[in-house]
């Protein structure tokens, strides 16, 4: 079956998006919101000001139980899981033999068993790599009858805490199992937007329930993919497939951050996950021919993903991977990989867009301060 005709998956809240005006559209094999009636523009100023709610029950979620769960997810990942606190997460990242991403993940531990969040695209793929790398005594389970909402903006925990008061007491990458209005839920607070909030696993016959409650908040507003696109762009947050993908190394990537120090070459539990050799002699000797960067155009027009970047001479020396008109700040935006020699900030490349040449600066990301709540 193509991917073409191939019938698309609807998440438990479908009925509920349908029934807010949201403008379907096919995204990783569902049928999603891309906007509401308050349009793009509004939605990410809304995210921005006070609170948004989006459905990303598209996203897989895994839980791996077993003595043995940490330390072989760990032989998988450039990250510390031994040693991550109960009640805590962490972004992690699969490699690849040769260095490269081939996914992007969240990884709670809740004390008996680990929660791992991967991407919608990548999930049979992510599952089947755990399958078979993560050994006989490490319990697999896939939750499949399960939503995933994302609750974000500077007022999501004063409209979630008045709900579940126990949420107040989280802070960043906090994660803790929580009823709300009487459902067993998996919280994290964390998020895709730069702003506070959280993110919340419900059983899939429950998700309606709470997704009405929460909107009910005067705070709340749902919010489509394209804000979501826009909200993580501006706060410099990568989409795999993207500006990451299996042919990026996280050195190339400048998510040199992700890679636990322990894991590093002189660390305590150096290597031992794929492409340890490459990406960790990148690191050593910062031998990479390309970087991911931040981009502002000069002028209004966005630059959009798959733009040509050329120097003043008009020879190629990037491309963009990410691209938008950034509502926050006023002006587009985006990310890309450049020759290593054109990575320096204010550095000025040029966008080719329909035959013209449209001024570009090499600028730090995020392009908007990541608001997250730390205590």
């Keep these: 079956m193509t991917a073409s005709n191939q019938t698309l998956a609807k998440t438990p809240l479908y009925d509920l998006h349908l029934e807010l005006g949201g403008k379907m559209v096919p995204f990783a094999g569902y049928e999603m919101p891309v906007q509401y009636p308050l349009g793009v523009k509004k939605e990410h100023l809304q995210t921005r000001d006070s609170a948004g709610l989006f459905d990303v029950s598209h996203m897989g979620q895994v839980v791996l139980k077993g003595a043995n769960a940490a330390a072989a997810l760990e032989k998988l990942v450039p990250v510390d899981i031994i040693d991550l606190p109960v009640g805590k997460q962490r972004y992690a990242l699969f490699t690849n033999a040769q260095g490269g991403i081939m996914d992007d993940l969240m990884v709670s531990n809740l004390g008996d068993k680990l929660f791992v969040v991967v991407n919608a695209a990548c999930k049979e793929q992510d599952i089947a790599h755990m399958r078979a790398n993560l050994g006989d005594d490490v319990e697999i389970e896939v939750l499949e009858a399960r939503a995933l909402l994302a609750l974000q903006g500077p007022k999501a925990a004063a409209a979630l805490a008045r709900i579940q008061p126990e949420v107040a007491t989280m802070v960043f990458m906090d994660s803790r199992e929580i009823q709300i209005d009487g459902v067993d839920c998996l919280i994290g607070r964390a998020g895709y937007t730069g702003e506070d909030g959280f993110e919340i696993s419900i059983p899939a016959d429950k998700a309606e329930q709470i997704a009405r409650l ?147 600066n090499v600028a730090k990301a995020p392009f908007v301060p990541q608001r997250y709540f730390r205590g």
């Design 214 to 360: 929460l909107l009910a908040q005067p705070e709340i507003e749902a919010i489509g993919l394209g804000a979501r696109d826009s909200l993580r762009l501006e706060s410099g947050l990568c989409l795999y497939g993207h500006d990451i993908d299996p042919t990026t190394t996280p050195v190339e990537a400048a998510l040199l951050w992700a890679i636990s120090k322990n894991r590093r070459a002189d660390g305590e539990r150096a290597g031992g996950f794929p492409g340890a050799d490459i990406i960790l002699e990148q690191i050593q000797t910062k031998a990479v021919s390309r970087k991911r960067v931040g981009l502002i155009g000069q002028g209004k027009a966005p630059i959009r993903e798959g733009a040509e970047l050329v120097n003043a001479q008009g020879e190629k020396v990037g491309i963009v991977t990410s691209g938008s008109f950034g509502p926050t700040i006023g002006t587009p935006v985006a990310m890309g990989y450049v020759g290593i020699d054109y990575a320096a900030l204010e550095t000025e490349v040029f966008a080719l867009v329909r035959g013209k040449q449209l001024p570009m």
